[in-house]
């Protein structure tokens, strides 16, 4: 210890290496995230626009059919086609929600395990520094206890002897 420099400091260096890269891995991780959001929240917005396409063109073509008396079989017919398509559409959509919200959890969980890692990291890195300034305390007070000691010498040596 008396070669004034702190015998833990290339662990402090190490655990503040590890720190930055855990702090990467975390902004890293809540870009994802954000990215897994926009997709759902896009995804979803999709949906709605289906759902509402849907029940527009239901509601549109059977008040259309019904205007000139009734409907032919072969309009009925298209009709019905039409809103099984648009239905499988919707289906897509919402399959594709579900997906888009797996990703979103799954970024979570990643975001969530990287934010637990740069703590723990930001902990470990904290305890060394207490030990450092713990350290350097104990070494000020040396030095200014070596100063005393030289001061008491040097007034010894001057002072008369009787």
Known sequence: MSN???PLEPLRTVRDIRLRALENELKLWRERHHAAQAERDAANERLS????ARQ???DRAW???FASGSPTALAMDRYERHL???DHDIEQRRVE???RERECAEALEQLEG???AWRHARGKLDAVDEMKQGWLREMRGRIEWNEEQ???ELFLRRAPMQ
């Open 97 to 99: 929600l579900d997906a």
């Open 84 to 86: 099984s398509l648009l």
């Open 114 to 116: 990287a934010a637990a």
């Open 63 to 65: 008040t259309g059919m």
């Open 150 to 152: 030289n001061l008491e």
């Open 56 to 58: 527009e063109f239901a």
């Open 4 to 6: 004034g420099k702190f």
């Open 49 to 52: 626009q289906a759902t509402f």
